[in-house]
């Protein structure tokens, strides 16, 4: 890379902390309603930070909000590097000689430097982070390399043990519920119950799984605004956690047909990149889509049998779409004799991590208008509830996920027997909490069947409210409303 090219991706190095003007990033965002904050990365000295997650859910914007806060906490502008490695054309060299000039020209003490998309450079990104933890410099040099690909970074990171990586792992999902609420705080376009709502609720103490006595307090304050909840859980509903659809239709009541393509490239893209199929994947996710069999219980060979390739190419594709946080699987588990065992042979149920991504690809797969489709969905009771249940299980997924160390299968699955189904079934601390979806005007009867030694404890519905039995009856949007994440998503 030029060096007149690096100058030109780094505007701070003239600009400093007004760069934003220069910024070719933030300038293609345009006017937009709210910008997306998350929470900020603690950086230190000699580590390496891998940071994964989907195209389009803000990366690369994440990191210019670091070099923001970098600069305004007084660090030297031309202590920071920032490389977009999908410019590169996938060469190893290219990387090492912008990183070097950078070094050379400046010389700074200490140096940030921060690698975007970095799994572009294939196999070979890995080989850039060990020669950069082996300078002699790296101890006063913080790293943050970040990726999409749905394999590579999870895989190859595992060859940098020792290199000042461990605990540094981090995942970027789109927003979960309680995230979009505290970013529309300050919206002004939002009406003035509505933003006081985002503003009181984001603000409230998060709750424990199961909610113990000491958060009731905050359910039931949160419970002042159901009706204005309701309201926002239905526009996250329909733009899902994404920043570009989010402020899309903040700004326009609507998204536009671009957003839903941008993302449909984006699946397509990253099986491309690990050589799978488009073909065999628009066949599976079709099966998995399909309005009467989105979250329903189905297994590897039944999906085979229903499309026509092995369940060992099933399972295969399905790992891929997980890796690159499409879809993800809950398993069923037994608690009644062993404590919490994995059922590997038993059913399945297979959700998409966020629901405008849902409707991305059931627009896509069925040929029909986005919004209008996604719009339609929320507007059918038992697709919606099903799309809910999808929600339910990403948030509950988000509060203990940590790369390497607590992975799904340990906390989070469901579990059924010939009297029923508990939809979802969470480890906790001390004991195993079954929750039921119910997101329908009427609720109907409660069933408590034991089901492999679990009842459900709570049911999260659409409107109805009542704390003081079990089982305790929690409005959805209010749940998710007050759930904390783990402390490695950002």
Not at 320 to 332: K, P, S, W
Not at 394 to 404: A, C, K
Request: hydrophobic residues 40%.
């Amino acid at each position: 890379m030029r060096w007149q090219d690096l100058v030109a991706i780094n505007p701070w190095w003239r600009r400093g902390v007004d760069f934003e003007l220069d910024d070719p990033d933030i300038m293609r965002l345009g006017e937009v309603p709210i910008r997306i904050k998350r929470e900020k990365l603690a950086l230190q000295l000699g580590r390496i930070y891998i940071l994964r997650g989907i195209r389009r859910v803000g990366k690369t914007v994440y990191l210019k909000n670091l070099v923001y806060h970098l600069i305004s906490e007084g660090e030297d502008p031309r202590s920071i590097l920032y490389v977009s490695c999908d410019r590169l054309g996938g060469r190893r060299k290219a990387l090492l000689n912008a990183i070097r000039n950078f070094l050379d020209n400046f010389t700074p003490a200490k140096s940030f430097i921060m690698l975007d998309e970095i799994t572009y450079l294939k196999d070979e990104w890995v080989i850039v982070l060990k020669e950069l933890a082996e300078r002699p410099e790296a101890e006063n040099m913080a790293i943050i390399a970040t990726g999409s690909n749905p394999v590579s970074i999870r895989e190859k990171s595992e060859r940098l043990p020792g290199r000042r990586i461990e605990g540094n792992n981090y995942l970027m999902y789109p927003l979960t519920f309680r995230q979009y609420l505290a970013n529309l705080s300050n919206y002004a376009g939002l009406s003035a119950p509505l933003r006081e709502a985002a503003t009181k609720i984001s603000s409230l103490n998060e709750i424990s799984i199961p909610p113990r006595s000491d958060d009731l307090r905050s359910i039931t304050d949160a419970s002042l605004y159901l009706n204005e909840l309701q309201i926002l859980f239905r526009k996250y509903l329909l733009s899902g956690g994404f920043p570009h659809t989010i402020n899309e239709y903040l700004k326009n009541g609507r998204i536009s047909l671009d957003r839903y393509e941008e993302l449909i490239k984006v699946v397509l893209g990253d099986l491309s990149s690990v050589n799978r199929s488009e073909a065999i994947a628009k066949v599976l996710l079709s099966e998995v889509i399909d309005r009467q069999n989105y979250g329903q219980r189905t297994s590897y060979t039944s999906l085979g049998a229903r499309t026509g390739y092995s369940h060992t190419t099933i399972l295969s594709y399905l790992e891929t779409l997980e890796e690159g946080f499409i879809l993800f699987t809950l398993n069923a588990v037994d608690v009644s004799n062993r404590g919490w065992w994995i059922k590997p042979k038993s059913d399945k149920k297979i959700f998409v991590t966020d629901p405008f991504l849902y409707h991305a690809l059931a627009a896509y797969l069925r040929g029909e208008e986005g919004f209008s489709l996604s719009e339609e969905t929320i507007n059918d009771e038992e697709l919606a509830s099903k799309l809910v249940e999808g929600v339910v299980a990403s948030h509950l997924l988000r509060t203990r996920i940590t790369p390497y160390l607590v992975e799904k299968d340990t906390f989070l699955g469901f579990t059924y027997d010939k009297k029923g189904e508990i939809d979802i079934v969470f480890r906790a601390a001390d004991n195993v909490v079954g929750f039921e979806v119910k997101y329908k005007e009427e609720i109907g009867r409660i069933k408590r069947n034991n089901v492999h030694g679990v009842r459900a404890s709570v049911i999260l519905t659409r409107n109805d409210y009542n704390l003081s039995q079990e089982p305790r009856l929690i409005p959805v949007s209010l749940f998710l409303a007050l759930l904390p994440k783990s402390g490695k998503l950002l």
